[in-house]
């Protein structure tokens, strides 16, 4: 089970692609997958569908924005980078996210019933 795949928590992808937009800078969709791949060590996996629909919802709330340009493999793709507004909202999830995990952490350290 150690080997398994993790499902990305749902909400928490958004999260994830904020955060690497934010300290990497503009990426285009394979590479800020491939990116997150490489930080999870390969826990999360994430397939196209799972992070162009992402990407499509997060430039529809205005968090990131879109614009066409070439990949390093010299093939058009469309390349993402956060905006204003995705900072504050990456702020604020960053803090819920903090907070959550740590009442998370905390309920699994109580010890059982005797």
């Given at each position: ?16 692609v904020?955060?690497?937009l ?25 397939n ?11 430039v ?5 924005k ?8 010299n093939?058009?793709?469309k ?15 960053a ?20």
């Open positions: 089970m150690a080997n398994a795949k993790s499902d990305v928590l749902q909400g928490t992808l958004d999260l994830m904020l955060k690497t934010d300290a990497m800078g503009g990426m285009h969709g394979y590479g800020i997958a491939r990116r997150i791949e490489q930080v999870s060590e390969d826990v999360l996996r994430l196209q569908g799972t992070i162009y629909a992402a990407l499509l919802r997060l529809q709330k205005g968090w990131i879109s614009a066409w340009g070439v990949s390093e493999s093939r058009k793709a390349f993402y980078s956060i905006t204003r507004s995705g900072r504050k909202q990456l702020d604020t999830e803090k819920n996210w903090a907070r959550i995990s740590s009442v998370i952490g905390r309920l699994l350290e109580l010890s059982p019933r005797s």
